[in-house]
């Protein structure tokens, strides 16, 4: 059986070694990244007189990796401080290390007879039992093991990581005849439940499967573009989110990606297939022409788009020269937008016969489908893993199979057949048998359609799906903005489902009507949702209009009720876990504090941003981002209450938003009894165990006690910072004042040092000075500007 694994080695420090290396120090893993060792010294190394022999030139790629680590954007490290646990070395002097770890994972250059040569010397130096992967995107994994011991291929199989390795959800797993089921079970619980990874089971065919299909997909857009005389501009602006696939649509895509990494995997494909299929992955020659030109995308400067000024100009792959970007607006696509979800403005689309979009998707889409549907069984088990292959690797709404399900499987079959399209057997007799999709939910229960009849969709049990809960067992209760739904085992799930999640009277409701119906019924409460962000603040279009209004009596009780909500969250008798992910902004983050304890997922971006637009946290979330920091300190220990004070005003002043759940950790939204799970898919599993835990552990409330407050000394230390800000010209006289507002807040008042006062007390300073501000037009000119234009204001 294999190891635990506990430690880990990459081999190889380029793009992709270096962003699992970090990935695994994401995750706590010690990993030894090695590359081969410079045949030639820098002119730098030279000035300063090293040899080829010292340490720091033998050891440079590794370690030119991990200083880009620390640069690269978007972050590979969910926290600089894990870089740490990232040790360089060589593939000489270091590769005997290799006996040290559990896990060893190939990433070199892509080439099969590179890799073999390394893999020789792994199996020389390996101790038995540790599991040893590569990451090719490709290249057959049995030939890369042949010649290989036989403890070798029992541990040996394919993890290939998409980049970059921390944001993309997908693993294909690639299994050999030779490799030991228990490493493949193994290696699928651990990146589901360490890495946080989405993994599917691909079989040892050229580029698995999400490359296959996508690779497959992105030359007959090509094609269709050439052949119907579109232009790189018109087919991204109907190819991304229209049809649920990511903004960068195809070509942006293929920019960032890079031409080169594209052209080297099509052609994996074209030398490894025969017939029609071959000729479906040659490259077009003005592709070719590119490429000669080092027209390669992003890492080049230009590539389908060329940034010029402020302006973006595509290429016209007929004269090879750049010019305006041109979009598809017609009538289909108007009467898409308009279409309410996905699945509607698709069905709005591919049948819109002669229009010129719907015409371009459906010449696309038809074909991309019939060929995900002959190749089920050939690259992977079922239709499942191809789905979900696809939305993880390549960020579509829906796996092909579920868009074939949108648009209308039988219709759709009818059209491809009247157009003379070869329909794989297996669709045309489970049509003849009556199924007429490929998805089916029954009693909350998920089912795919293989032949012989519907299966199961098997999961991991701590995926928990909140529209299938709903669906077996309704809801508890429910208003417009919230639904309470019983998660099993006697804890209810209190989901946010309003526009954006953003909090109104409606949730606020909710969340005391939950905190009731818990008490009286469960053992916690959870709170948390699927949407695309936990919640992005408070509703501020309603907030706005009644200031507009001048409603200052119901803003007073808006922001009282919330309050008090929370409050009440606070002290409850039973446990609440909120379980914030993603975007988690203002009245969400201030949600968060008031928990019993939050489990967050690992990619949580929370911040109190209200000085954004304007004005101030109103949910108590300046105390409790103070008493949480006040909280984590051990008792009896001189505590400066200013610094404290001080600390937390630079994080709610600046609006600093978090970019992981660890550097939450580290702006103290989160303290160490607070949980992160790596799987977004875990992340109400792991929050219900967390209120399980507490409630067998005999949970009592926080108990209410007078804050310690930093008082006038800690006013003036706060303002003296913003003043001189302010003097330098940093912030604006508008920010003065919200700075001068926020740091009376957090100071307690006009209180001597040390003063303890009582929460409700903070809670009416704080609720004053949010109302004073919401009432000043400059304020409102922010509201304004973050809802009509999504950003903030410097007024
Ligand atoms: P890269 O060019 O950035 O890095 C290649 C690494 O191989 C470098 O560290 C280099 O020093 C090392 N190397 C070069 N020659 C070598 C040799 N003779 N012996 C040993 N090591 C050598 O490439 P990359 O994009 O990181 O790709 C690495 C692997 O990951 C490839 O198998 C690739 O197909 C696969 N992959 C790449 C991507 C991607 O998007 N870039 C995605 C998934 C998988």
Redesign the pocket.
């Known amino acids: 059986m294999a190891k635990r694994i506990r430690r880990a080695a990459v081999?190889?420090?380029?793009?992709?070694?270096s962003g699992i290396a970090a990935h695994l120090a994401n995750v706590g893993i010690p990993t030894l990244l090695l590359?081969?060792v410079p045949r030639e010294l820098t002119k730098e190394e030279e000035a300063k007189g090293w040899t080829l022999e010292h340490k720091q030139v033998r050891n440079r790629?590794a370690n030119q990796?991990l200083e880009r680590l620390l640069k690269q954007k978007p972050a590979p490290l969910m926290s600089k401080d894990n870089i740490a646990l990232i040790e360089t070395g060589n593939?000489e002097d270091d590769f005997h290390r290799l006996a040290e770890v559990d896990w060893i994972i190939e990433?070199?250059?892509?080439k099969l007879e590179?890799?073999k040569?390394?893999f020789a010397r792994v199996d020389e130096v390996r101790a038995p039992g540790t599991i040893v992967s590569?990451?090719?995107?490709?290249?057959s994994i049995a030939a890369m093991a042949e010649g290989r011991s036989d403890d070798f291929k029992k541990h040996f199989l394919g993890t290939?990581?998409?980049?970059p390795p921390r944001y993309l959800k997908l693993l294909e797993i690639i299994p050999t005849e030779h490799t030991d089921p228990e490493v493949v079970a193994y290696m699928k619980t651990f990146g589901e439940d360490v890495l946080g990874k989405g993994v599917v089971m691909a079989k040892d065919t050229p580029n698995f499967i999400a490359n296959r299909i996508g690779t497959y997909g992105l030359l007959v857009t090509v094609r269709e573009m050439m052949q119907g005389g579109y232009s790189v501009g018109e087919v991204d602006s109907v190819t991304g989110p229209l049809i649920g696939r990511p903004k960068s649509a195809t070509f942006r895509t293929l920019d960032v990606?890079g031409l080169d990494?594209f052209i080297h995997v099509a052609n994996n494909v074209y030398e490894n297939v025969d017939g029609e299929e071959k000729e479906a992955f040659r490259v077009p020659e003005f592709m070719k022409t590119m490429l000669a030109n080092g027209w390669l995308g992003s890492k080049s400067g230009q590539g389908f788009f060329v940034k010029q000024g402020k302006d973006i100009l595509e290429l016209n792959y007929v004269t090879m020269q750049y010019e305006p970007r041109k979009k598809l607006a017609t009538p289909a696509v108007e009467m898409a937008k308009q279409a309410k979800g996905t699945a509607a403005k698709l069905q709005t689309l591919v049948y819109a016969d002669g229009d010129r979009a719907g015409t371009l998707l459906w010449n696309i889409i038809a074909p991309t489908l019939l060929y995900a549907a002959r190749l089920v069984g050939e690259i992977a088990d079922d239709i499942v893993a191809i789905d979900q292959a696809m939305k993880w690797g390549f960020g579509w709404e829906q796996g092909p199979f579920e868009l074939w399900d949108a648009i209308g499987l039988e219709k759709s079959v009818r059209k491809m057949q009247a157009e003379g399209r070869d329909i794989p057997s297996w669709i045309t007799d489970m049509l003849a048998d009556g199924a007429t999709s490929f998805y089916k939910t029954e009693n909350g229960r998920l089912f795919y359609y293989a032949p012989g009849g519907y299966k199961t969709v098997e999961e991991n049990e701590k995926v928990i799906h909140i529209r299938r809960l709903k669906e077996a067992r309704g809801v508890i209760k429910k208003n417009a903005g919230a639904s309470l739904i019983d998660l099993g085992d006697d804890v209810a799930l209190l989901e946010f489902h309003s526009p954006n999640n953003a909090i109104g009277a409606d949730i606020v409701q909710m969340i005391n009507e939950a905190l009731e119906e818990v008490n009286r019924n469960y053992k916690g409460l959870v709170i948390g949702n699927q949407g695309k962000n936990f919640c992005v603040g408070a509703n501020l279009a309603m907030m706005l209009m009644e200031a507009q209004d001048e409603n200052f009596f119901e803003l007073e009780l808006a922001v009282r009720q919330f309050q008090q909500a929370l409050l009440k969250m606070k002290y409850n008798p039973k446990p609440v876990v909120v379980a914030p992910f993603a975007m988690t902004l203002g009245g969400g983050a201030e949600v968060s504090l008031a928990a019993s304890r939050i489990q967050a997922a690992a990619e949580t971006y929370i911040g109190l941003v209200e000085v954004g637009v304007g004005l101030i946290p109103g949910g108590g979330g300046n105390k409790e981002l103070y008493i949480k920091q006040l909280n984590s300190l051990p008792n009896g220990v001189d505590v400066d209450y200013v610094k404290i004070a001080a600390k937390v005003f630079e994080t709610i002043a600046m609006a600093k938003v978090s970019t992981s759940a660890a550097e939450a950790r580290e702006l103290g939204f989160l303290n160490h009894r607070d949980g992160i799970t790596m799987n977004g898919d875990h992340l109400l599993y792991e929050a219900k165990q967390a209120v399980l835990s507490m409630y067998e552990e005999g949970y009592r409330p926080p108990v209410r006690k007078k804050v310690p407050v930093a008082g006038e000394s800690g006013y003036a230390a706060m303002l003296l910072g913003a003043q001189s800000m302010f003097h330098s010209g940093y912030i604006s006289e508008h920010d003065l004042k919200i700075a001068k507002k926020l740091a009376y807040v957090l100071a307690g008042g006009k209180v001597p040092y040390g003063t303890a006062v009582d929460e409700q007390y903070l809670l009416d300073l704080e609720r004053e000075a949010f109302l004073s501000l919401i009432g000043e037009p400059k304020t409102q000119a922010r509201m304004q500007h973050m809802l009509v234009k999504g950003k903030p204001l410097r007024n």
Do not use: P, Q, Y
Not at 11 to 17: D, I, K, T, W
């Open positions: 081999l190889g420090s380029g793009v992709m070694g590359d081969i790629l990796a593939f990433a070199v250059v892509e590179v890799k040569e390394v590569s990451n090719t995107s490709g290249i290939h990581f998409f980049n990606v990494t």
